[in-house]
């Protein structure tokens, strides 16, 4: 009874994983994080044949341990990165910041994808709350866009009713570490002969995104570094922080927790 329990949860898992997979692959953002479902199909597809006929127990003991020991570790490592992204979602930024920065997301041929209106959304409530601040918006044309996140952030944001005076496009960021470097080139050019120390800066991306954007910025701008988060689609958010887990393990060096 209790084998028949265990197989019918891995193979739910795998149902689960293979129809999600679907789904994301279906939204066309251009990534192939679907991919990342296929794999969690198969792996529990294969814990599904393993938990049959006593298999698992006559693989030799040595190799279970060290499989015990990588699940574990990768498990850990995935709740703390699921906790450091957590401990930003609610961030609404430092009033009156001279600079909000806008990471760029997806544009399609009918506007900002829903992520990337999330972050614009966000940034024009901050800034019609805070009126003194410019706002930059970041991201290059990829293969897939029909126009520069920069540029389409920016007609996004002055179609619902901030200035063009107060915005700025940023069209040849590929990545998030692009956004950063390159708005921090335009905010030194305007700045020029201020101290950077004394210039604030919000960070506007999805909460997901958010602890690795500041720890990015942090890093790269010797400025006043606060965040803004963003909402982001319920449906996707599982595969956002799956995702976004890599990114940080990929960037864990470039990233400074704390000013």
């Known amino acids: 009874m209790k084998e028949k329990v265990i197989r019918a949860v891995f193979m739910c898992l795998a149902v689960l994983c293979a129809i999600y997979s679907v789904i994301i692959y279906m939204v066309g953002s251009g990534t192939s994080s679907y991919i990342i479902w296929v794999l969690g199909t198969l792996f529990f597809l294969v814990l599904f044949f393993l938990a049959g006929k006593a298999r698992w127990a006559k693989v030799p003991k040595p190799i279970r341990i060290a499989a015990y020991t990588v699940i574990g570790i990768g498990l850990a490592v995935f709740l703390a990165a699921q906790v450091l992204m957590l401990s930003h979602f609610s961030d609404k930024g430092d009033k009156n910041a001279d600079y909000v920065i806008v990471l760029g997301a997806q544009m399609k041929t009918s506007g900002p994808s829903t992520a990337f209106k999330y972050r ?39 179609s619902r009713g901030i200035s063009a005076e107060r915005l700025i496009a940023e069209d040849k960021a590929e990545d998030t570490d692009d956004n950063i470097a390159f708005c921090y080139d335009i905010i030194k050019d305007r700045e020029s002969g201020r101290d950077m120390k004394d210039i604030s800066v919000a960070i506007v991306t999805n909460n997901y995104h958010l602890f690795r954007g500041l720890g990015l910025a942090r890093k790269a701008i010797p400025c006043k570094i606060s965040g803004i988060a963003g909402k982001n689609d319920k449906l996707y958010i599982l595969n956002a922080m799956v995702r976004e887990t890599m990114g940080i393990l990929k960037d864990i060096r470039e990233i400074k927790w704390r000013d």
């Open 120 to 158: 614009l959304d966000a940034a024009y409530e901050y800034l019609i709350d805070n009126p003194d601040s410019i706002c930059i918006v970041s991201g290059m044309q990829g293969y897939n866009e029909p126009i520069a996140e920069g540029t389409g952030g920016v007609n996004y944001l002055i």
